[in-house]
């Protein structure tokens, strides 16, 4: 009668160790004519440097139509730890009552270990998502100011189309064809209106206010 209710005892206590896990789901997001990752950002309630780190993307001002971008629209969303733990199997013998004993002991020496460690840690991990989430207000401030100022800029050159053209003028930005090289594709329009900006006026801000002041940058 001890090893049976031994059993069931381990048992029981096995089947209170299992916790769900959940886990947040990103969503998709095709790039169209005329999108920022500002712009994305501020759709789906997040910041531009989640989309950099989420995409990869080496340059946040160089996005494609067409392009898919993974965004996390919800930073709320938390994720339980699945933890799984398989108890000692009780013994067949006269000592699987002191066995299970052990085990139970052994089990809630654990429990009390691991959560001093998560109590011990928990004010830095505060204090660093805190650093964080300034470091990264103050980027996405930066990097919406540029964003905001190149779409002004190509809505008023070509209404952002890359196919746009007048003369010697070419795609989204209006760069002098000799500029792009015979390479009209959307990735070298980007790049070279970044580097003739960046060299010429040193910012997209820069180069804004000198459109408004001579209607051409």
Do not use: C
């Not at 950002?41 to 996005?63: E, P």
């Not at 959560?115 to 805190?130: D, E, I, L, M, V």
């Amino acid at each position: 009668m001890k090893i049976k209710n031994a059993l069931l005892s381990t048992a029981a206590a096995t089947a209170s160790l299992f916790a769900i896990g959940a886990t947040a789901q990103a969503a998709t997001v095709t790039v169209k004519a005329g999108d920022t990752v500002s712009q994305i950002a501020l759709d789906h309630n997040t910041t531009v440097d989640a989309i950099q780190q989420a995409n990869h993307l080496k340059d946040v001002n160089l996005i494609l139509v067409g392009q898919q971008l993974e965004v996390n629209g919800d930073d709320s969303a938390t994720t339980t730890t699945t933890t799984t733990q398989t108890s000692q199997p009780a013994a067949t013998t006269q000592s699987s009552s002191q066995t299970t004993n052990q085990a139970s002991q052994s089990q809630t020496s654990q429990s009390s270990q691991t959560q001093s460690s998560q109590t011990q840690t928990s004010t830095p991990a505060a204090k660093t998502t805190t650093q964080q989430s300034t470091s990264s207000t103050s980027n996405y401030s930066n990097n919406s100011s540029e964003s905001a100022a190149k779409a002004w800029i190509a809505n008023k050159e070509s209404g952002g189309s890359y196919s746009a053209r007048n003369g010697q003028y070419i795609g989204k930005y209006q760069l002098s064809a000799s500029y792009l090289n015979g390479d009209y594709s959307a990735a070298n329009q980007e790049r070279v209106a970044n580097n003739y900006v960046a060299s010429r006026y040193g910012s997209w801000a820069n180069a804004k206010s000198h459109w408004l002041a001579n209607n051409w940058y």
